[in-house]
């Protein structure tokens, strides 16, 4: 809680982990790299490489930038660690219009815009839903 700053999403550097980002960290004493999201407790799971906020890796990483080195207590000892890299962080996400990272096969189903299509350009009808399957039919009736 001491680190604790409360800061508007907007005004969140894009290097910085928040919940639900996805970052790289290198361990500094064996060389050993790994990619973390850091989730909140009901849903972590290391086999999924999701850490618990309330973990103490978790509270270690809250609030870390790309660059930031931290030790934390693991249950073979203390543990330095280096940020490498935020691979994906939810409010930058938000801000450029990107989607969050798959994590399963169903996070590779699309979603449709509820929208009704439009008359004219199939292929511009296509790409305003978003279907991939919709888009390649079209460009087969051009």
């Known amino acids: 809680m001491a680190r604790a700053e409360i800061v508007a999403p907007e ?6 982990i928040t919940m639900n980002s996805r970052a790289e ?10 990619v973390f999201t850091l989730v909140f407790p009901s849903d ?8 618990s ?10 609030g870390r930038r790309e660059g930031d080195e931290f030790k934390w207590v693991a249950p073979g000892g203390l543990r330095r660690l280096k940020v490498v890299h935020v691979h994906y962080q ?13 994590v399963g096969p169903w996070d590779y189903c699309l979603s449709l815009r509820k ?8 292929l ?17 009736e051009l």
């Open 25 to 34: 960290l290198l361990a500094l004493d064996t060389g050993e790299r790994r």
């Open 124 to 140: 511009k009808n296509a790409a305003a839903l978003g279907n991939r399957t919709t888009i390649a039919n079209a460009k087969a």
């Open 53 to 62: 906020v309330l973990a103490p890796l978790g509270t270690a990483m809250l």
């Open 115 to 122: 929208e009704a299509p439009r008359r004219g350009d199939p």
């Open 44 to 51: 972590a799971n290391l086999k999924d490489r999701t850490v």
């Open 90 to 102: 939810p409010e930058t996400a938000l801000r450029i219009g990107r989607r969050p990272p798959a």
């Open 11 to 16: 005004e969140i550097p894009a290097d910085a």
